[in-house]
């Protein structure tokens, strides 16, 4: 069963019974806000996740993606979460610093 951890939530913790679903998806049908600007089409990083654990866990990067890598817009443990599908097993993520929302009490 597919799992998200955000750490810097509390360890809010996400199962799922689908694998082949993009993260974001699943956060947000989980009630959780998570920004995106984009409308999750792949055109700006506001969704980005800094991924602790579990990167060969999800879909194989996208254009998007190398793009923004090739600008250094996304560091090596970074992925969009628009982007990203979780395939199998868990995830282990942070909500970047800039990515925060002034609505939500983080933990560390």
């Known amino acids: 069963m597919p799992r998200i951890v955000i750490q810097n939530l509390g360890n809010l913790t996400i199962d799922s019974e689908h694998a082949d679903r993009k993260v974001i998806e699943l956060?947000?049908?989980?009630?959780?806000?998570?920004m995106h600007a984009c409308g999750k089409k792949g055109r700006c990083t506001t969704c980005k996740m800094i991924v602790v654990e579990g990167m060969q866990n999800?879909?194989?990067?996208?254009?998007?993606?190398?793009?923004?890598?090739?600008?250094?817009?996304?560091?090596?443990?970074?992925?969009?979460?628009?982007?990203?599908?979780?395939?199998?097993?868990?995830?282990?993520?942070?909500?970047?610093?800039i990515n925060k929302f002034p609505h939500i009490a983080y933990t560390e």
């Open 58 to 97: 999800l879909s194989p990067e996208t254009a998007p993606e190398l793009m923004y890598r090739s600008q250094d817009r996304l560091k090596p443990n970074e992925r969009l979460s628009c982007q990203s599908s979780l395939l199998r097993g868990e995830l282990v993520v942070r909500v970047a610093e």
């Open 27 to 34: 956060i947000h049908e989980n009630g959780t806000d998570w």
